[in-house]
């Protein structure tokens, strides 16, 4: 902290309390110390090598170094949602929660950050389809899928839903990160991406893991080669 910003802070009546336990506190070297814990206790090998930055933030996003082994990610996925994106394509999610993690200041072209969920014909279209409103609600995404980023980071519904548009002809995204989270679907919703023919780069991660911040993550790695 400068002297000028500790000046200001006291002027303001905000201090900081006692320091009483030893622990690092500059912003930039737990950056660069996460970082390299990561690499110094788990392997890449069997990922592409231009994926490893986005593995080693998904370790750090959620604590888990065995997180790797995992990790499902196809030879093209970074090329081709880090070039859609540098062509100013949107990225769509199922979850409120995956779109606030996207760090903006790492989107190329300030992107647009999707999520319908809350759009008011949600509930109604879901009854009809007869699934839930994480599904339902890519479904009013359509229009936007052509060469899109498309992140499924909570609802296994959801990324099937994703797989069933597609091969019934949907618009074609660049790339699909799909780690949704649970004990119902999460882990064959996962396994369907990986095995289906649709000949689009995805990233997932095998098993009942994922979540927003795994799924945040990775698109914040995906946006910026900048570790």
């Known amino acids: 902290m400068s ?15 006692t ?15 996460s970082f390299a814990t990561i690499r110094r206790e788990t392997g890449f090998d ?13 370790v750090h996003g959620t604590g888990q170094i065995d997180l790797a082994h995992d990790l499902v990610i196809h030879d093209r996925l970074v090329v081709s949602a880090r070039t859609a994106l540098n062509l100013g394509a949107p990225i769509i999610t199922d979850a409120g929660m995956v779109a606030s993690g996207v760090t903006r200041a790492r989107l190329p072209k300030d992107n647009e950050v999707l999520c319908a969920l809350r759009d008011e014909r949600v509930p109604a279209l879901a ?3 007869g699934t839930t409103r994480s599904a339902a609600a890519l ?25 069933e548009m597609i091969l019934d002809g949907a618009p074609r995204p660049a790339a699909i990160v799909g ?14 991406l990986e095995e289906a023919e ?25 946006a910026q080669e900048k570790e």
Do not use: W
């Not at 200001?8 to 905000?14: I, P």
């Not at 498309?150 to 797989?163: C, D, K, Q, V, Y």
């Not at 649709?198 to 995906?222: C, E, K, W, Y």
């Open 3 to 17: 002297l000028t910003t500790t000046q200001s802070a006291t002027q303001s009546g905000v201090q900081r309390p």
């Open 179 to 192: 780690c949704p989270v649970g004990f119902i679907g999460a882990a064959e919703s996962k396994q369907a």
């Open 46 to 58: 069997h990922l592409p090598a231009d994926a490893e930055r986005v593995a080693v933030r998904m």
């Open 127 to 129: 009854r009809a389809m």
């Open 19 to 33: 320091k009483r336990y030893d622990y690092i506190d500059d912003g930039a070297a737990i950056y660069v110390d």
């Open 198 to 222: 649709i000949d689009i780069p995805f990233l997932t991660i095998r098993g009942r893991r994922g979540g927003s911040a795994m799924t945040a993550s990775a698109l914040n790695a995906l």
């Open 139 to 163: 479904s009013l995404l359509e229009n936007r899928f052509d060469g899109a980023v498309i992140a499924i980071g909570n609802a296994p519904t959801a990324l099937f839903h994703l797989l």
